[in-house]
């Protein structure tokens, strides 16, 4: 992936810039104001992947000439087993990058160098670096090769040892060793780019180039498939055939071509033929009702969807594999009513999830509290220079406690507050709407696996979506943002929204009200059962999470999975035993020390996310008793009362 990338002269980009994108994740936004840069970090890899023209930076000509060499240089992270031809010099040259001092980076650089380390700490922790190569490669203007601010001694001396010692960077001849590397690199992707002025109508042509790596394959791989050479052999022979009978019934006379060999039809002149005639007067339609409407006349919000979901069918359902592209997308959410952003950003991290790398710029913050797996650079200015803040959403709640501390700038609008108001907007406005969303807001993504099992058909057919959060305070945080609005609007509610709360040991109170749109209700397992109360409510003991609450049996079953993983902290598993199908807290019935060591088994690795998988899995094997607080919320949701 590419995890970040030097500018220099770049259109917004006044000399070096390093902008930081990822440590970790596949899907990547760029924040910021208008005119910030956002937009010209997609566009520099189009330039760079795509050869488009560059987009210079005024102060770069001087009498129409260009003085002051602009370059692009991403930084790849790519697994070893993806570089065959030049892996011996990639070895070389990244293990250089790996371990590069700040001391061999020129002091005007070294602030930029700093973003590029903090970056290398946390892939060092989030790979194994044994298997990958850290490679800033790209080019200047001119297409030379460039590594910008790494040109340094340990480069040259690594590279070239034979060179005089005086001698401490490379000049663009001896850069050139590099360029069979960059250019197996830029093969490895397919980049696409979707900006934000592009024309639907002619982005979704099926003779695009884009849709066609959309679809991994071109019209012409299309019609060789569907048209082989045998047919188009027949054709010639009998349209031969009936000229020859032409020519005889004429006598001194034929039709031919000017030379002595005869000109048949090529498979190249058929397949143009084809796309012309075929494909050509095709248009893409969005089926509305019974009717089929043109792409050029939906609505600017309409066109906007309709190319990400363009994109996310021919992904998902056409291709065989996508590992090798890299989509970008500016400003995904305009002209889109912010009642449809949310669904919106799940269908592109559902693309990120099954590409190379995702990359989109955005003036909506609403993705900050749901995407759990995103990285997000915030782009600011201070003093005319630019400055970035690298935040994983992963932890982005105490990654932005701790950068409003350190950060360099300040992150733009109050990044925390602008998420909430975003997300708050998009709830408010969805519920508002005549076809209604439904939301369940909950704690983790280990409760959503289990909700998006339990509560499929409502995801089908009552548009209900589930928010994981992050924890009772951020629920709580939620509810009172929302509560303002729900009672300000309360008539005019036609979706439901339900704040589903674990009973922690520290518990979080606040004040709620149950109506028939808001449901808020924590779980509590009392007279061997697992009930929904309301959050003030008694008993407030003991503490009850959703691994305490599920079907007894089928928790049991799942749990024997993991006892040769974890013997000590399982040894109270017996894998001849069938429990009963009460809630997994009484069906256990542990004793203290026994459940100290069940929560130590949910607390290590990434278990509470594993099991909660390998739950969902035991129970499409046979069929199991719907837990009762299940069938409450479910009721909740068809309720029409």
Request: charged share 25%; hydrophobic share 35%; with cysteine.
């Amino acid at each position: 992936m590419i995890i970040g990338v030097i500018l220099k002269y770049i259109k917004t980009y006044q000399g070096i810039n390093y902008i930081p994108i990822t440590s970790k994740d596949k899907f990547c936004g760029l924040v910021g104001n208008n005119g910030i840069g956002k937009s010209t970090v997609l566009e520099a890899f189009d330039c760079l992947f795509n050869d488009k023209t560059w987009n210079l930076n005024v102060t770069t000509k001087r009498s129409g000439l260009i003085v002051t060499n602009p370059s692009i240089v991403p930084i790849f992270l790519i697994h070893k087993s993806k570089i065959t031809v030049n892996s011996e010099i990639a070895e070389t040259y990244s293990n250089v990058i790996w371990n590069i001092p700040e001391t061999e980076i020129a002091n005007i650089n070294r602030p930029h160098f700093k973003e590029f380390t903090n970056q290398r700490t946390a892939l060092i922790q989030n790979f194994n670096i044994d298997e990958y190569y850290l490679l800033p490669l790209g080019v200047d203007y001119n297409l030379n090769v460039n590594i910008s601010f790494f040109n340094s001694n340990i480069i040259t001396r690594t590279l070239f040892p034979e060179l005089d010692h005086e001698k401490t960077t490379l000049d663009e001849t001896e850069l050139n060793i590099l360029k069979p590397l960059f250019l197996e690199i830029k093969a490895l992707y397919q980049y696409i780019y979707i900006p934000k002025d592009i024309d639907p109508t002619t982005f979704t042509k099926l003779e695009t180039k884009e849709i066609q790596a959309l679809m991994g394959e071109t019209l012409l791989q299309v019609l060789e498939e569907r048209v082989p050479n045998k047919q188009i052999t027949e054709i010639n022979k009998s349209l031969n055939d009936f000229l020859g009978g032409l020519s005889h019934e004429l006598e001194d006379y034929s039709f031919r071509t000017p030379t002595d060999r005869q000109q048949n039809l090529r498979k190249t002149d058929i397949y143009n033929l084809i796309i012309e005639a075929f494909f050509n007067i095709r248009k893409l339609h969005k089926k509305q009702g019974d009717n089929w409407l043109e792409i050029g006349d939906l609505s600017s919000g309409e066109k906007q969807k309709a190319i990400i979901e363009v994109t996310h069918n021919l992904i998902k359902n056409h291709r065989d594999n996508s590992d090798n592209l890299i989509i970008a997308v500016d400003e995904p959410e305009s002209s889109l009513h912010i009642s449809a952003c949310f669904d919106h950003f799940m269908k592109m991290y559902e693309i990120a999830e099954s590409t190379h790398q995702f990359l989109f710029s955005t003036h909506w913050y609403g993705f900050l509290p749901i995407i759990e797996k995103c990285s997000v650079t915030a782009i600011t200015k201070k003093d005319g220079d630019h400055l970035f803040d690298l935040v994983s959403l992963e932890n982005y709640r105490e990654a932005i406690k701790q950068q409003n501390r350190t950060s360099k700038g300040k992150l733009p609008y109050d990044l925390r507050l602008k998420s909430l108001n975003d997300f708050i907007q998009s709830i408010v406005s969805s519920i508002l709407d005549e076809e209604p969303f439904n939301w369940i807001i909950c704690e983790g993504s280990s409760e959503k696996i289990y909700f998006d099992f339990y509560f499929h058909e409502l995801k089908v057919y009552n548009r209900l979506r589930i928010i994981p959060v992050g924890g009772a305070n951020e629920i709580k945080r939620i509810y009172e943002h929302l509560s303002v609005s729900i009672d300000e609007f309360k008539k005019d509610l036609n979706g439901k929204i339900a704040f589903i709360c674990d009973t922690d040991s520290e518990l979080v109170e606040f004040e709620s009200t149950n109506t028939k749109n808001v449901l808020v209700k924590r779980l509590v397992n009392i007279n061997n059962d697992t009930k929904l109360i309301n959050i003030s409510s008694n008993p407030k003991a003991p503490p009850t999470e959703i691994e305490d609450s599920l079907n007894g049996k089928a928790f049991n079953n799942t749990l024997k999975l993991y006892k040769e993983y974890y013997p000590e902290l399982l040894d109270f598993v017996n894998l001849e035993e069938d429990k009963q199908e009460i809630p997994s807290y009484f069906a256990m019935d542990l004793a203290p020390s026994l459940y100290k060591n069940l929560l130590a088994f949910f607390d290590s690795d990434n278990n509470k996310y594993d099991f909660a998988n390998s739950y969902i899995k035991e129970l499409e094997k046979e069929e199991y008793a719907i837990p009762n607080w299940i069938i409450e919320i479910q009721e909740f949701f068809l309720n029409e009362k």
